[in-house]
Nanobody, 123 residues
Framework: EVQLVESGGGSVQAGGSLRLSCAAS????????MGWFCQAPGKEREGVAT????????YYADSVKGRFTISQDIAKNTLYLRMNSLKPEDTAMYYC?????????????????WGQGTQVTVS
């Protein structure tokens, strides 16, 4: 069974940085979509940044372009999200997700496997 475990969330001042990590296990395929999604209280879950593992293509929400960077460490089977220039509006629960095939890389409804989430608070 696919398992995803996030870490790295916390509280930070506006303008600061965080790096989120997602450790993945259980996949038999070497190519799949994986990424980060966020959900604030009272809001729908939204795509932040995703990557096609095995190919390297990346996809970003317009709101985070130039500030966030998604990357992978194949040897460690880990996904990262470097978050720079954080703003109060970035405050949310951040989830790691994965699936073998998706039509829309930033669409949370198309992902099957999810982690437990890690809280990011910017003040």
């Amino acid at each position: 069974e696919v398992q995803l475990v996030e870490s790295g969330g916390g509280s930070v001042q506006a303008g600061g940085s965080l790096r989120l990590s997602c450790a993945a296990s259980g996949y038999t395929s070497s190519t799949y979509f994986m990424g980060w999604f966020c959900q604030a209280p009272g809001k729908e879950r939204e795509g932040v940044a995703t990557i096609y593992i095995g190919g390297g293509s990346t996809y970003y929400a317009d709101s985070v372009k130039g500030r966030f960077t998604i990357s992978q460490d194949i040897a460690k089977n880990t996904l990262y999200l470097r978050m720079n220039s954080l703003k109060p509006e970035d405050t949310a629960m951040y989830y790691c997700a994965a699936d073998l095939v998706v039509t829309g890389p930033l669409s949370p409804d198309e992902y099957k496997y999810w982690g437990q989430g890690t809280q990011v608070t910017v003040s």
